[in-house]
């Protein structure tokens, strides 16, 4: 790998660009505390939090930023693709006269050399470093340095692609009203070893002081996160918003989110986009929204699994003033004569004509490749039917991706069309469902993780005729699985959902995480969703009720077969086209003898590669 050292000037510059977190009013007059507590002089202006965490007295400082000098180097997090390795150090607040610097350096043998070295940015005190030309088949053993005696340390992982099974790690919503450390957790999740852990969003809900909330997050989870690549995207708390319509980047008129838009200053967003994402691989195509606000939606392979890493929320639509008002806010449907039709008109976005063609020509590259994912933060359907409490019922919830209803449809066929899985977060209820396009059951299979700590905002699947659907999930101890439809009128299998018993029992709130396992042997994929306080050396009993659940990948395509194409001779990567419409149906990478399946009466082509397909092997050939 080559050294990547960043010149004194550089550093200088960097340092001096505006960012400056000792400034008194670092973003504006109109914000005097926002990121209060590592902003300004933050070392002059709260006491430490008290010895007793459960205390109730409210405490401007959940965490005391204020540590020994030789344990500013809170945690990093890295990711490496395509020969970059990518690393943030986050540190905590530095005091006037400490170094803006810090070192990256690698073990090589015996000996710690300096592989690189960054200027810190004094807004979010984070650092970054990029090492390109990286090897990445071997363990490498990493620390990063501020000043004389600070040090974290961890490990690069190699790319495992001599594993059969690459295992994720699926979490989310990290409640900020439940302090402290998260021990079973950490115990359970070093226990299966994940290779990859997704953090889809609401890291940290301490809205206003991201810094402090992320630097809280990341000793809680540190022991995981410096030894394994770690995707971590933020959602509407990290970013200070209740609920957040993104609007390609235009300003919100309030934290609510419901005009669309972001509330706060884009140097606060993209402070916490910088913290949170920076590691990730080169955004596909970065050019900036509204406001100068970042991109980050990307790539990642990790062991032969393709991840595509896209922003639910960026370029969203927000419904004040766009759709009718039926219930008590501007997202929220509560009349069950609507039309819904009337909230799903043409002008509305979801994902945004960018990451539609992100998604679309992502999912024909399988370069490096066997099986490939979609990240996001929140689900692509309504899963859920009472909010709050188990007395509040909602038809319909326009803050998930099931709204609006063609923007929503346009982005499966994206995800169908590579037979790709979906995974996210958000709902704090964990829910594996099959999702429908045209039909029940025609799209991919998607797995909600549910919240890490449910101690913010429980919800339930809770239909009310309280029967199973059509193609209710086989053998399972659950009640209420099949075929229904959400409320906005999207097709959903639901095959198992985790609802809190008791949300006032720490054992009961349906709290926990999510372990999917990708095998490369046998097609296979396995979602587990483990409670909080499970024990996993004891097996699949401890998981929640209805899971474990396996399927196999060509699954993610549940349309009907109603033909099948000759059989391909050779391994690789095949794309079959519809003729009548110039429609891809799908690209995938398949072993020799599969027979591609088609779903119409029409003529086919066929393209073949070994990692993207450019060859035809077949064409005009009548099926159906």
């Known amino acids: 790998m080559k050294n990547f050292i960043v010149p004194i000037a550089l550093i200088t510059a960097l340092s001096a660009s505006g960012l400056r977190a ?18 300004g002089k933050w070392w002059l202006k709260s006491p430490a939090p008290p010895s007793n965490p459960n205390r109730k007295k409210k405490q401007k400082r959940f965490i005391n930023v204020d540590v020994p000098r030789d344990q500013v180097v809170a945690f990093a997090v890295y990711t490496h693709e395509n020969r970059s390795l990518k690393l943030t150090a986050q540190l905590y607040p530095l005091k006037p006269g400490e170094p803006r610097t810090a070192r990256l350096e690698f073990k090589d043998g015996e000996k710690w050399k300096l592989a690189s070295s960054s200027a810190v940015h004094e807004l979010g005190w984070s650092a970054h470093f990029r090492v390109d030309e990286w090897d990445n088949s071997k363990d490498v053993p990493y620390r990063v340095r501020h000043g004389a ?40 999740l070093l226990l299966a070893n994940p290779d990859l ?46 609920n957040l319509w993104g609007e390609n980047g235009i300003k919100a008129s309030s934290t609510a989110g419901h005009s669309g838009g972001y509330f706060y200053p884009a140097k606060y967003v993209n402070m916490v986009q910088r913290q949170q994402t920076w590691h990730l691989p080169d955004a596909y195509d970065p050019k900036p ?8 939606y990307t790539r990642l392979r990790v062991g032969g699994i393709d991840f595509a890493i896209i922003e639910d929320r960026k370029f969203k639509s927000g419904p004040n003033g766009k759709i009718p008002k039926m219930g008590p806010r501007p ?60 007395k509040n019922r909602l038809l319909a919830d326009l803050d998930s991706n099931a709204w609006p209803q063609t923007g929503r449809n346009n982005a499966l066929r994206e995800i169908r069309r590579a037979w790709a899985t979906h995974l996210c977060g958000d709902q704090h209820l964990g829910v594996v469902v099959k999702h429908g ?12 993780s549910p ?85 996993s050396s004891k097996g699949e009993r401890e998981q929640f009720p209805g899971w474990p659940i396996s399927f196999i990948y060509r699954e993610n395509d549940g349309r009907t077969v109603t033909d099948k194409l000759p059989a391909i001779k050779k391994n690789g990567v095949i794309q079959v086209i519809n003729e009548t419409n110039s429609e891809i149906l799908y690209t995938i990478r398949a072993r020799a003898g599969f027979r591609p399946p088609v779903y119409s009466k029409s003529t086919y082509t066929v393209k073949f590669g070994s990692n993207i397909p450019e060859k035809i092997i077949l064409s005009g050939h009548s099926a159906g």
């Open 22 to 39: 000792q400034d008194p009013l670092p973003f504006g007059k109109n914000f005097p505390n926002l990121d209060g507590i590592a902003t």
């Open 197 to 242: 852990l997704f953090f889809a969003g609401d890291q940290t809900y301490h809205h206003t002081q991201h810094t402090a909330g992320w630097i809280q997050f990341g000793l809680q989870f540190r022991e995981l996160l410096k030894d394994r690549p770690t995707i971590t995207i933020p959602d509407d708390h990290d970013i200070g918003q209740g």
């Open 451 to 535: 919240a890490l700590v449910n101690t913010i905002y429980g919800r339930w699947w809770h239909p009310l005729g309280e029967k199973p659907g059509a193609n209710a999930a086989a053998n399972s101890p659950l009640p209420w699985t099949g075929d229904y439809l959400d409320g906005l009128g999207n097709h959903l299998r639901m095959i198992a959902y985790a609802n809190p018993k008791d949300r006032n029992d720490p054992k009961q709130r349906a709290d926990g995480y999510g372990i999917v396992r990708f095998n490369k042997a046998n097609d296979t994929i396995t979602f587990e969703c483990w409670p909080r306080f499970s024990d």
């Open 437 to 448: 396009i045209e039909s029940p059951g025609d799209g991919p299979m998607a797995f909600t």
């Open 289 to 296: 929204v509204e406001r100068d606000i970042t991109v980050y």
């Open 149 to 188: 005696n600070a040090i974290f340390s961890g490990l690069i992982r190699k790319d495992p692609v001599d594993k059969d099974e690459i295992i994720v790690a699926n979490l989310s919503c990290n409640s900020s009203r439940t302090p402290g450390e998260r021990p079973q957790i950490i115990k359970n």
């Open 331 to 390: 997202d929220h449907i509560n009349n069950p004569k609507y039309n819904r039709k009337s909230v799903d008109t043409p002008e509305l976005k979801l994902l945004g004509e960018r990451q539609l063609k992100f998604l679309h020509q992502w999912g024909q590259d399988w370069s490096g490749s066997m099986m490939k994912v979609v990240l996001s933060q929140t689900a692509f359907c309504g899963a859920v039917h009472l909010h709050g409490s188990p």
